[in-house]
């Protein structure tokens, strides 16, 4: 029989564009949703006033003031986290990064100005040394010049402490060193601190998609200072971008010492193995878009290639879609007012 326009329809017993026909049929199958209750902002913070990040067109190192100014935009906009990464000042920065756990530091004061300003903000900090090495490394070179684990877990766990008595919901060690998860959970809880989170990321790769991040904080390795060796990448911690089955490995170990939430990045370029570790485990999965991929679509966009709301609106959804609960991007705050319109 010819359909409505006269024409003789092919003999499809299944048509899937039906369930594309309209917008609102559309909404009523769509599998995936995206909204500011998803993201957490990732927020630079430094001693000095704010200034524009060269690595990162957008991004701001701010003051502790600015910090909490741009923390309670974020939240009006509905944003409910944030997680906080220091540029600490080259005068402060050590081999054993000492000043990663001084209570009165950078990260402490800025967790306690914002849960003091913005009690129901979730306040999330990064553990990792990083920041704070003179070597620029997540953990403690040794003298053989390799990453020391055992050594490198003590000062994270000390690390953590700090950031817990200051106040902060959740703590996040983003340096993939052997053990720290269940060295900080039972540092926390001998400390009181049962209630203090732990987001630990599961699965970082090491990644050419860091370069803004490492700009940004004036963090990348130093090879060889004083004469020591110091490795030139992370290499030794950090996974192979080439290994997923590897990422639920260290899914079984972070469940096993109490992760609360288990953690992917960069995100973009690894959607499989947030896919996997989302089949693995009934943890909440967090995923990171990460600075490379920030930048990426920031500057396609100012050159004319792309059109930037669609990209970041697209690419956070197919982060979602593979199987995050929570994702960490820089675009959080823009995003949220996009989903807001
Ligand atoms: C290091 C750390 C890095 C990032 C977050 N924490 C960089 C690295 O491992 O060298 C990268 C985040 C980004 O690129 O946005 N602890």
Redesign the pocket.
Known sequence: MPDTHGHNPLDLPSRPRRNRRTPAIRGLVRETHLSAAHLVY?LFVHEGGDEPIDA?PGQTRWSLAGLVAEAERAHALGVPAVVL?PKVAASLKTPGGEEAHNPEGLIPRAVAALKQALPGLCVIT?V????YSSDGH?GIVNDAGVVDNDASVAALVRQALSHAAAGADVVSP???MDGRVGAIRSALDDAGYTDTGIMS?TA?Y??A??????G??D???RPASGGRHIPAD?ATY?MDPANAREALRELDLDVQEGADIVLV??AGPYLDVVHRVRCATDLPVAA???????VMIKSAAAAGHLDERAMVLETLMGIRRAGADLV?T?FAPQAAAWLAE
């Open positions: 990732p990162m990464f990064d990792a040394l990083d920041p997540d983003s340096d993939m990321y970082k090491a990644s998609c860091y370069g803004p991040f490492r940004a904080l963090s990348a390795p992370k950090q990045k960069p990171y878009q990460v600075s490379g991929e920030y960490l820089y």
